[in-house]
């Protein structure tokens, strides 16, 4: 097929293989809407600087709006001779208007072309990824109050460490989603600048209007140096860092959870419409939802991976290489999206086992810390009162008793300074009220972190 991108210098069709290996229209099809998008303001810019008439201008954004019609409900014919989607769009364009489609392309090339069409591409879908984060942000936040009084052992090493309030740990991933967000944002304002325009690599002799071209498309600035945008996917590799990120937090989420809704656990129940059973054991409910979170994370950090080898190696300016940016780069913002979708209502209808977390809270001496640091408030020295605490714990293991069972001799045998007060901070909830530090999971300070949240997740 004579495709607009065959110039008069060929002497011969395409070979059919070389159609299949070069074609990216199977995936890059999704850039229609944004390629539609970039051409219509390149062709009101056409047409302010004089090259095309308004009528020309017209009928050509027009005809543009149609063809995006026609892709949107699946009655456009796409081949793989006609390489990708923007000369499958200009084809129609010129089969439809002759010699006015024809003058579309001027002072463009495909190169600036498909940066920017991705560009209008990532910037939405980063802004969807935003969206997806807060409503996740949300998830949490919106369980604070009613977990408020439940306490949860909290562990390092996957050793039950010190106790926190469940509110304590819904809001670290409010924290951790918040970073997510920020880079979103950051990684926008890298991608918003418009590339159109800097034609093949040199830019161009016509006298284009590069910064009406990027008010029309709503970019913040127009890149400075044809020569490097038009090589430029920094914001394609560092939304996919980005993403991996994202999917991290996911998964180490979902790991958490898939611990605390077993049997060994029994922290959690997870809400039924997400959760599959087996096919041989009728008792089971599985947690596929948060395996394959955790699971499609590796694709995600995989095609980051990809990414940054692509780029390694390319000399100045568009290379093909960079056609193989758009299947990872999809990918990733595809499946993030989705695991945010999902992650959601599941950590809105998952529901704390309270008796069951309470009837085993006073398991591995949550409290030994706080009974340190109680010695350590009567004049005792920090690794002294660490010792010391550590053979109570020793006996106290022995003994098959928790720390505040111990009799009062025994504390007094360990250090004289023990008294009955010790028992004001001793068991769980007393070592929870101690708590006193900023950002501690003390219950004045989860209350103020409510409060500051609150407001940060629902100011209109
Ligand atoms: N489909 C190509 C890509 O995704 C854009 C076309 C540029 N091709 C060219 N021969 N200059 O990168």
Not at 200 to 229: C, E, W, Y
Not at 437 to 443: K, M, N
Request: overall charge negative.
């Amino acid at each position: 097929m004579a495709t607009p991108s065959r110039s008069g210098v060929f002497t011969q069709a395409t070979d059919r293989r070389v159609e299949r290996f070069t074609e990216s229209i199977s995936f890059d099809r999704r850039l229609y809407a944004h390629d539609i998008q970039g051409s219509t303001a390149h062709a009101q810019m056409l047409a302010e600087v004089g090259v095309l008439t308004p009528h020309e201008r017209d009928q050509i954004c027009a005809t543009l709006q149609q063809i995006g019609k026609e892709i949107e409900h699946d009655v456009f014919p796409f081949s793989i001779a006609l390489e990708d989607i923007h000369m499958h769009i200009e084809q129609a364009l010129i089969e439809r208007l002759g010699d006015v489609g024809r003058k579309l392309h001027t002072g463009r090339s495909r190169n600036d072309q498909v940066a920017t069409d991705l560009r209008l591409w990532v910037r939405d879908a980063l802004d969807r990824i935003k969206d997806g984060l807060e409503n996740l942000q949300r998830a949490f936040f919106d369980r604070c109050e009613g977990d408020f009084e439940v306490i949860l052992p909290g562990y390092t090493h996957m050793q039950r460490a010190q106790p926190v309030l469940a509110p304590h740990y819904w809001l670290a991933y409010c924290e951790k989603l918040a970073r997510d967000i920020d880079r979103v944002k950051d990684c926008r304002k890298r991608t918003n600048v418009c590339s159109l325009g800097a034609a093949a690599l040199a830019g161009t002799t016509l006298p284009i209007d590069r910064h009406d071209v990027m008010q029309r498309l709503k970019f913040d600035s127009v890149a400075g140096n044809s020569l490097d945008v038009s090589s430029d996917r920094d914001f394609v590799v560092e939304s996919a860092f980005v993403l991996s990120l994202i999917a991290a937090h996911l998964s180490t989420w979902a790991e958490e959870w898939i611990l605390w809704s077993t049997a060994e656990f029994n922290f959690l129940k997870l809400p039924h419409e997400f959760c599959t059973g087996s096919s041989i054991m009728p008792q089971k409910i599985n947690p596929d939802v948060l395996e394959l979170t955790r699971g499609k994370s590796a694709r995600v950090i995989g095609h980051l991976q990809t990414l940054l080898v692509l780029i390694k190696g390319l000399p100045l300016a568009y290379n093909r290489d960079l056609q193989e940016d758009k299947p990872p780069l999809f990918d990733s913002f595809e499946t993030v999206e989705l695991c945010l979708e999902l992650a959601a209502p599941l950590v809105a209808g998952a529901k704390l086992n309270r008796e069951g977390i309470a009837a085993k809270l006073d398991r591995g001496y949550l409290d030994a810390t706080t009974l340190m640091e109680y010695l350590i408030q009567k004049g005792i020295a920090q690794r002294t009162a660490h010792h010391l605490v550590g053979s109570l714990v020793n006996q106290a293991m022995q003994q098959g008793v928790s720390l505040a069972e111990l009799p009062l001799e025994t504390l007094q045998a360990a250090h004289p300074d023990l008294d009955e007060s010790v028992r004001e901070i001793l068991g769980v909830d007393k070592a929870v009220a101690a708590f006193r530090s900023y950002g501690s999971t003390a219950p004045s300070e989860v209350r103020r972190q409510i409060e500051i949240w609150r407001s940060r997740l629902y100011q209109t």
